[in-house]
């Protein structure tokens, strides 16, 4: 389950960093094409992996987990983001 | 309507949105309060103390049973689980119209009955959330409403977000309407799934009132003729009308029970149908935690002679759709971890629409040269309804602490202090400028909320120290909720004040006037 | 057509007309559901009813991004009379 969760994590802050406006915030430099390609299929294929991941007979269940932990993680990329914009404000003055 | 498919979908959010908010986000914050419902009761009868459990108080619980009367056609007996405490054995007495149910709280340990106080607990959250205190004047049918305007809210709302997939991450931080903005955005985003589940299960429950005609027509006694064609039961005990000695030792029955159920705690009660008949039932009933669906999974046994019975037959695609759409909604199966993340979407869920009610206002207040009676009611309904709901919730716990035990009525009296101080918001709205209501509802709010645990502590100390003792995760999880909910509370007042006292941070009131200069 | 009557009666089709149309379709589901995919009548009304719900949250979208007003109410009637009709005949059948 916790594996599932952070496996998930990861995969979706992959694909926040496939985006150019949110790398540029957290790495400082710009994005190229073949770091987004990357980021982007590993990002899905981990996304996936997550789903199966989740030890369950139910495969309903393992979708109310698997939703449940999407939620709360998109939350946690996001809030990610914004705390890196609120520092880059914070240096620019 | 508009020129395109967008525009509408967008006119439609905004609207359907704004007609709607204030009940939502009432259905919505007490219907994430009843996740925690059997938390919150046993907080509020704290005279149940903490919960231990053994197998012994299944064989007690049938001698004290026994001793009760002879004539009983069925016994229950509820046993304590961690999130419910309540130790609760039943027995009823047929009448001549309808059998008449006695029931005793006990003490798990001394098995003494316990006088718990008059309180309806977690419980009025949740019958308040589908019946909203209106249950003869068709409560159910507005929140039904509610239900079917959120569906048409979720689905428009995805339409008004440009560029979906790319700020699916974003919440800016530069501006306060940009922040809001994303946020209420973020929060739809994440809420999607479950929203659309919520408010789809939630009108699946009741369809039976909903769209009752279809129903009507083709059966004669409607949605209960129906009902009983598709749902499968056990068949009714059949009384040999040969009197015996009721059974005295539940654990055969226990150990049978537990090859099937091998989870711990698996059994939530044990119903003992004709006691004192040689043709009695034993019904072991599960705790929900493994099946979405809601239907309640039981193993029948013969008494006397501990032979297990025929299974319920499993009821066909059509009903089990409901039941598990029922159970979806309900979400009895859920372990704390997923019980927290329901939470959490529900309390993202409750920001999204008081965002969405905040942003209308803001946009609004901001396009319009002159306000009228619409914009101030819309900005003093939203200080009511979304602070001072907090408030009123707050004081239902005060109330359940502060009022004596000894007076009549006391569930109901909680209940009226709830709606007399979400009154008391209400009134209280309309008579202080806005921003400054906002503060001073939310600062009495975080005080009560941060106090709370204090007063109760000072009421009876007992209570938290058995708590702590025994690590009754319920008792002591809600003190802290209380705590964090003050502490969020307080640092929106804070925050909000900064924003009332610095001048150039005045956003509305001074993008206002800069426009009304550059008019002129 | 003025705005304000234009609204209000795409709203009336939204709240009612919907409301109508989706009763309507719960009743025409009912052969469809026995006769089409061979289920009891019970379950048919069963699924019938929950089916609905689809038909009345379309008729809402539709009835605010019709053209015009009149269509709306034209095209809801004629479903209705449709669906009508649909359980008509299931009943003779």
């Known amino acids: 389950m916790l594996i599932s969760f952070i496996i998930q994590l990861i995969a979706l802050w992959l694909l926040s960093m496939a985006m150019s406006k949110h790398f540029r915030l957290v790495f400082k430099k710009p994005l190229e094409d073949n770091k987004a390609m990357i980021f982007k299929i590993l990002g899905w294929l981990l996304l996936i992996m997550s789903f199966f991941i989740i030890s369950n007979k139910s495969i309903a269940m393992v979708s109310v987990y698997w939703f449940s932990y999407l939620a709360l993680n998109i939350f946690i990329i996001a809030a990610c983001n914004a705390w890196f914009s609120l520092n880059k404000i914070k240096l620019s003055g | 309507m508009k020129p395109d498919f967008r525009r509408c979908m967008i006119w439609l959010h905004t609207y359907s949105g704004l007609l709607i908010g204030w009940l939502l986000f009432v259905i919505f914050v007490t219907g994430t309060l009843s996740y925690f419902n059997l938390e919150i009761s046993q907080w509020m009868k704290p005279e149940l103390g903490s919960y231990k459990s053994s197998d012994k108080l299944l064989n007690q619980s049938l001698s004290l049973l026994s001793e009760q009367t002879n004539k009983s056609q069925r016994w229950q007996i509820n046993l304590p689980t961690e999130r419910d405490n309540q130790f609760v054995i039943s027995w009823s007495i047929p009448d001549v119209k309808r059998a008449k149910r006695f029931s005793m709280i006990l003490d798990s340990q001394t098995f003494n009955e316990i006088k718990v106080r008059d309180t309806n607990g977690g419980n009025f959250f949740r019958t308040f959330h589908y019946t909203l205190e209106l249950r003869g004047f068709g409560g159910r049918y507005i929140a039904g409403i509610a239900a079917m305007v959120m569906l048409i809210g979720i689905f428009t709302g995805v339409f008004t977000h440009r560029r979906f997939f790319k700020d699916f991450f974003t919440i800016r931080i530069n501006k306060l309407m940009k922040t809001l903005t994303d946020t209420h955005a973020v929060m739809g985003v994440i809420t999607l799934p479950f929203c659309f589940v919520i408010s789809f299960s939630a009108l699946l429950i009741y369809i039976s009132i909903y769209v009752p005609f279809s129903a009507q027509h083709h059966f004669d006694n409607g949605y209960r003729d129906l009902n009983k064609l598709v749902s499968t039961s056990l068949p009714k005990v059949t009384a040999s009308n040969i009197a015996v000695e009721p059974i005295k030792d539940l654990m055969p029955f226990v150990n049978t029970v537990k090859t099937y159920w091998p989870e711990k705690a698996a059994i939530k009660s044990i119903v003992y149908e004709q006691p004192f008949d040689s043709n009695g039932r034993i019904l072991v009933y599960r705790n929900p935690l493994i099946s979405l669906s809601n239907k309640a999974e039981v193993l029948a046994f013969h008494a006397k002679s501990a032979e297990l019975l025929a299974p319920i037959e499993p009821e066909r695609t059509a009903r089990v759709i409901r039941r598990i759409f029922y159970g979806l909604h309900e979400a009895h199966f859920a372990t704390p971890t997923l019980r927290w993340l329901f939470f959490f979407m529900g309390v993202a869920s409750c920001i999204l629409i008081a965002s969405g009610l905040i942003i209308w206002l803001n946009k609004r207040l901001d396009k319009v040269k002159k306000r009228h009676l619409g914009h101030t009611l819309v900005e003093r309904l939203n200080i009511a309804g979304i602070a001072g709901l907090l408030l009123a919730i707050t004081s239902y716990f005060y109330a359940n602490r502060i009022i004596p035990l000894n007076i009549e009525s006391r569930a109901e009296l909680e209940v009226t202090t709830f709606l007399l101080v979400w009154f008391i918001c209400l009134i209280y709205s309309f008579i202080r400028p806005a921003l400054k209501a906002w503060s001073e509802i939310l600062f009495f709010t975080a005080l009560a909320l941060l106090l709370l645990p204090l007063v109760d502590f000072l009421i009876e100390p007992n209570w938290l120290m058995q708590a702590l003792e025994y690590k009754n995760m319920a008792y002591i999880g809600f003190d802290l909720a209380l705590l964090f909910s003050g502490g969020v509370c307080l640092s929106i007042y804070k925050w909000l004040k900064g924003v009332i006292e610095k001048p150039e941070a005045k956003n509305i009131k001074s993008e206002i006037k800069t426009k009304e200069r550059a008019l002129c | ?93």
Do not use: E
């Not at chain 3, 699924?47 to 949250?57: D, E, K, M, N, P």
């Open chain 3, 1 to 93: 057509m003025n705005y304000r009557l234009n609204i209000t009666l795409r709203s009336l089709a939204a709240i009612f007309g919907s409301y109508g149309l989706a009763v309507a379709s719960s009743f025409a589901l009912v052969p469809i559901f026995m006769h089409v995919f061979g289920c009891f009548k019970a379950d048919a009304v069963y699924l019938g009813t929950i089916f609905s719900y689809v038909f009345y949250f379309a008729c809402v979208i539709f009835s605010f991004n019709r053209a015009s007003v009149l269509l709306v109410w034209r095209d809801i009637t004629l479903v209705c009379f449709i669906f009508y009709l649909m359980h008509y005949i299931g009943n003779i059948l």
